[in-house]
């Protein structure tokens, strides 16, 4: 697409420079038909003088030479110029196809990266769902473990409750025992006495 619109451009000036050349050829036609004009008018004095006619023909020559000498100079320096230019843009057309080139293998190379980018976010996308879904397991497990500390501090209430009771009855136990032993030490004392 560059290459083509600089070549459009290029095509354009060597138009514009064409065509400024045949203007100036024109000019130049012009002036030769002047001077022709002035050769005719010469033709009507035929019975001038020869020398003087060949001097005038010396000098309409002269003009005419003058004339294709200073085309073909500028002819010569144009087409120097339009082939100078037409290397310059060869290079830069060279240089822009380079470039289009580099800039297509990076783009084949970042649409790779983009494909892997889209690959790598479809995989986080899964681990996101599976975190989502290990998160919910992890509430339901903490809220499972908070519903055993709260049974496990019931069961310790209880077994503390229990342990109170258990020594509260060892209590009455011993209470009891220490008076069963001494009734009977009193009854046997009384066995023993007669």
Known sequence: MVVAAVACAWAWQLQQQVQRADERAASYAQRIGDLEARLSDTDEGMNQNAEVQAAKIRELDSEVRKLW???WKKTRERL???EADSARQG???EAAAAALSTA???LKSVSADT???KGV???LE???A???TNQAEVERVADTLNRINLDLARLDKRVAGNEEWVASINAFRKQVNANLTDLAARIRAQQAAP
């Open 80 to 82: 120097a110029q339009l």
């Open 104 to 106: 297509q293998s990076q």
């Open 130 to 132: 599976s975190a989502k």
């Open 69 to 71: 000498d200073n085309v």
């Open 121 to 123: 976010a479809g995989d």
């Open 115 to 117: 494909a892997r980018l």
């Open 126 to 128: 899964r681990l996101m």
């Open 91 to 93: 290079k830069s057309i």
